[in-house]
């Protein structure tokens, strides 16, 4: 089956600075790759997918790139904010169930 | 929006009872639903899969005679956590899908189960 890695999994920046999360799958037979949110008791938000007919997508001051070559894709986050601080989970999927990653904890100091 | 509506949010029970957990979609027929355990600052760990009308893919590890899972109509699946122990403690979150192939997870708000 899938596995997903992710890291890091504590990620400390202050405000204004970028954050990036990294993750790998090993399917190579996977083509869809969401990113979820999730703060503290609550359920995980959809924040962005790609799938894998494309290396790049951008929403605001989230984006999210692809390499299928090398089965990495990662999360990038601009001009973090204190609200940003949430655990972040990448997935991995197919037709199939998908896989999460272990999730980052994002701490975004004011 | 699609969402699913989970509840409770919370139950308190004690050791030897049954807990039931309800899931619904809204605005959307979720033809598969996913249940997921959660532990503190853990990631989310898939317990079974549903499809609607059909018998429960439980994955290695989970007792399908403890988690009994229901998904009798495209919008409503439920699950049971019977004879609950203190280490059943968790949150539990469902999440709906359709079937459109590649479609985003709908998360419910999960329930936070604390077995005394």
């Known amino acids: 089956g899938e596995n997903v890695e992710q890291h890091p999994s504590t990620l400390s920046v202050q405000e204004g600075d970028s954050a990036v999360i990294k993750c790998t799958y090993s399917?190579?037979?996977?083509?869809?790759f969401p990113w979820y949110k999730q703060e503290l008791g609550k359920r995980p938000q959809l924040i962005i997918d790609?799938?894998?007919?494309?290396g790049e997508k951008k929403d605001q001051r989230i984006a999210v790139t692809l390499n299928k070559t090398a089965k990495h894709f990662s999360l990038h986050i601009t001009e973090t904010q204190p609200e940003d601080s949430a655990v972040y989970f990448c997935?991995?999927?197919?037709?199939?169930?998908?896989?999460f990653g272990r999730g980052t904890s994002l701490i975004v100091h004011p | 929006g699609a969402v699913v509506s989970q509840h409770p949010s919370w139950v308190i029970c004690k050791s030897g009872t049954s807990v039931k957990i309800e899931c619904r979609s809204l605005?959307?027929?979720?033809?598969?639903m996913f249940w997921y355990r959660q532990f503190p600052k853990q990631s989310l760990m898939l317990m079974a899969t549903?499809?609607?009308?059909?018998?429960?893919?439980?994955e290695q590890g989970v007792e399908k005679d403890k988690f009994l899972i229901n998904h009798a109509s495209l919008t409503l699946s439920t699950l049971t956590v019977t004879s609950a122990h203190p280490e059943d403690s968790s949150f539990y979150i469902c999440?709906?899908?359709?079937?459109?192939?590649?479609?985003?997870?709908?998360f419910g708000n999960g329930t936070r189960l604390t077995v005394t």
């Open positions: 997935a991995a999927g197919g037709s199939y169930i998908p896989t």
């Open positions: 399917d190579s037979a996977s083509n869809y």
């Open positions: 790609i799938r894998s007919n494309v």
């Open positions: 605005d959307f027929q979720a033809t598969t």
């Open positions: 549903s499809n609607e009308g059909s018998k429960a893919t439980y």
């Open positions: 999440s709906g899908q359709d079937d459109q192939l590649n479609s985003p997870l709908h």
